[in-house]
C-alpha cells in the first residue's frame, strides 16, 4: 500500500490570495489525481497530475484556477488561485499505482476555508 | 455513464448491531470495487478492494462482497462501536480515476 502526505491539514485563506497544496507519496505510483469535495457532497476529481506534462483537467476546471505540478512520480502540488468562497472545500489527493485494478488510496485532505 | 449509488444515505445504530451499507453501479463491466471510510474533515481510508473476479473480502470486522451481475456491493461490519462513526463510500473506476457513490453517514450510539 501506499501512505500519501498532504499539507496543509487545513487552512483559512482571504479571498483574493492563493494556497498551494502539496502531496506526497511515500513510492513511485503512475496516477495521481486532485479532487475537490464539498460539503456535504461526494468527491469531484479536478484533474488527473501527469507527470512530465500537463494536468489533464475535467470539464467546469481550468488550469487558471487550479495550476497543477508534478515533477516526478511521487509529489505533486495543486494551487488554488484567486480564492472566493466559493472555493471552500476539502481538497484531496489521491494515488493509484497502475491502471484500473489497482488499489487508490488518499492523502488526509486539506480543509479549506476562504473569508 | 457509470452512476454509483448508496443506499441509505444516513444510519444510526445502537452499539453492537450488525449492519449491512449498500452500493448499487449501473455498468457491470467493472475492474473492482473499494470501500472507503471517512472522518469528518478528514481525507479517505481505504477499507476493502475487491477485484471483478472476487465475491468477497473480509478485514476483520468488515466483510465486502460483490455481485457484478446485479450491480451490487455489501459492507458489512459486525458488532458495531462507536470508533465505526464515519462516512462510507464506495467507488469503481472510471477510466483513470474513480466514480464515487455519496455515502452512508453512519452513526453508531454507546
Known amino acids: 500500500s501506499a501512505v500519501i502526505s498532504q499539507k496543509p491539514s487545513r487552512d483559512i485563506c482571504q479571498r483574493g490570495t492563493s494556497l498551494t497544496i502539496q502531496c506526497q507519496v511515500d513510492s513511485q505510483v503512475t496516477m495521481m489525481f486532485w479532487y475537490r469535495q464539498q460539503p456535504g457532497q461526494s468527491l469531484t476529481l479536478i484533474a488527473t497530475?501527469?507527470?512530465?506534462?500537463?494536468?489533464?483537467?475535467e470539464s467546469g476546471f481550468v488550469i487558471d484556477k487550479f495550476p497543477i505540478s508534478r515533477p516526478n512520480l511521487t509529489f505533486s502540488t495543486l494551487t488554488v488561485s484567486n480564492m472566493s468562497p466559493e472555493d471552500s472545500s476539502i481538497y484531496l489527493c489521491?494515488?493509484?499505482?497502475?491502471?484500473?485494478?489497482?488499489?487508490?488510496?488518499f492523502g488526509q485532505g486539506t480543509r479549506l476555508t476562504v473569508v | 455513464k457509470q452512476e454509483v449509488t448508496q443506499i441509505p444515505a444516513a444510519l444510526s445504530v445502537p452499539e453492537g448491531e450488525n449492519l449491512v451499507l449498500n452500493c448499487s453501479f449501473t455498468d457491470s463491466a467493472i475492474y473492482n470495487l473499494q470501500w472507503f471510510r471517512q472522518d469528518p474533515g478528514k481525507g479517505l481510508t481505504s477499507l476493502l478492494l475487491?477485484?471483478?473476479?472476487?465475491r468477497e473480502q473480509t478485514s476483520g470486522r468488515l466483510n465486502a462482497s460483490l455481485d457484478k451481475s446485479s450491480g451490487r456491493s455489501t459492507l458489512y461490519i459486525a458488532a458495531s462501536q462507536p470508533g465505526d462513526s464515519a462516512t462510507y463510500l464506495c467507488?469503481?473506476?472510471?477510466?483513470?480515476?474513480?466514480?464515487f457513490g455519496a455515502g452512508t453517514r453512519l452513526t453508531v450510539k454507546p
Open positions: 467507488a469503481v473506476p472510471r477510466e483513470d480515476d474513480m466514480r
Open positions: 497530475a501527469n507527470q512530465g506534462s500537463e494536468a489533464t483537467y
Open positions: 489521491s494515488a493509484r499505482g497502475g491502471g484500473q485494478g489497482t488499489e487508490a488510496f
Open positions: 475487491i477485484q471483478s473476479s472476487q
